[in-house]
T-cell receptor, first 111, second 113 residues
Framework: QKEVEQNSGPLSVPEGAIASLNCTYS??????FFWYRQYSGKSPELIMF????GDKEDGRFTAQLNKASQYVSLLIRDSQPSDSATYLC???????????FGAGTILRVKS | KAGVTQTPRYLIKTRGQQVTLSCSPI?????VSWYQQTPGQGLQFLFE???????NKGNFPGRFSGRQFSNSRSEMNVSTLELGDSALYLC????????????FGPGTRLLVL
């Protein structure tokens, strides 16, 4: 079992729709979770981080964390073609200083 | 603040050679982590340095090594290059590395022929 799992996609949504990206993790000791966006040929760019159970909103983005279910999600409202990228879910391991990444979900927003 | 910088951005080497990559963290950041990204394996952790000490290491062979200087700049070295070492090598920095957000540099794309 991979430590962080994501559906590789591609996930296709029409412009203006809500894109929902999901991630599960296996290490119950993980406390911090991150969503990075990576455009083709570029490095990962931080979108959001979340430490506590519940929702965290930042503009069009909402991260959700459920530690009991070991589940993290990212919602993108009013999706734009510029949101088309690979979204990487990551967890910091229980020792606190190693990021473990999922394989990434490819998102395509169609105009 | 300037972001994380990495040099060189692109590199072509041949099998058996060695390579040294450099990373300058965001000013004030003392933790530097290195990752390898390939299409097949995704993003994988190589090692992390804090205060000139390697604090954590991933599952890579001993050909991969690194170091950190007193100004927090870090280098990673790969000796006896293999074709499979072709990848995007990413460096990320954070204040102290403990459960903190890591910010990535632009990466060094290494091609081994």
């Amino acid at each position: 079992q991979k430590e962080v799992e994501q559906n590789s996609g591609p996930l296709s949504v029409p412009e203006g729709a809500i894109a929902s990206l999901n991630c599960t993790y296996s290490d119950r000791g993980s406390q911090s979770f991150f969503w990075y966006r990576q455009y083709s040929g570029k490095s990962p760019e931080l979108i959001m981080f979340i430490y506590s159970n519940g929702d965290k909103e930042d503009g069009r983005f909402t991260a959700q964390l459920n530690k009991a279910s070991q589940y993290v999600s990212l919602l993108i409202r009013d999706s734009q073609p510029s949101d088309s990228a690979t979204y990487l879910c990551a967890a910091i391991d229980r020792y606190g200083n190693k990021l473990v990444f999922g394989a990434g979900t490819i998102l395509r927003v169609k105009s | 603040k300037a972001g994380v910088t990495q040099t060189p951005r692109y590199l072509i080497k041949t099998r058996g050679q060695q390579v040294t990559l450099s990373c300058s963290p965001i000013s004030g950041h003392r933790s530097v982590s290195w990752y390898q990204q390939t299409p097949g394996q995704g993003l994988q952790f190589l090692f992390e340095y804090f205060s000139e000490t390697q604090r954590n290491k991933g599952n890579f062979p001993g050909r991969f090594s690194g170091r950190q200087f007193s100004n927090s700049r870090s280098e990673m070295n790969v000796s006896t290059l293999e074709l499979g070492d072709s990848a995007l090598y990413l460096c990320a920095s954070s204040l102290s590395g403990d459960q903190e957000t890591q910010y990535f540099g632009p990466g060094t794309r290494l091609l081994v022929l």
